[in-house]
């Protein structure tokens, strides 16, 4: 179920964000940035509509996911 992140305060919001960027594996190349940056950086993607917050009811959980028909058709505009 997609969660639309202008729904959530600004403490949920800010919390599903940074578990997200938290969590291992998450990659952000060579350079370092600070949780700020990348707390940032992913708010502006989900308001840009190139990521949404889904919830999976049944394992209760909640993540990001990158919207790949709209970042491919931002790239091609």
Do not use: C, W
């Not at 919390?15 to 060579?30: H, K, P």
């Not at 919207?67 to 091609?76: I, K, P, Q, V």
């Amino acid at each position: 179920m997609i969660v639309p992140h202008a729904e959530l305060s600004d403490d949920a919001l800010r919390g599903v964000i940074e578990s997200f960027v938290l969590r291992e594996g998450t990659n952000y190349g060579e350079r370092e940035f600070s949780l700020e940056q990348k707390v940032a950086h992913v708010l502006h993607q989900l308001e840009r509509g190139e990521a949404r917050i889904v919830f999976d009811p049944a394992s209760g959980s909640v993540d990001i996911v990158r919207d790949r028909g709209r970042s491919a058709l931002r790239r091609d505009a």
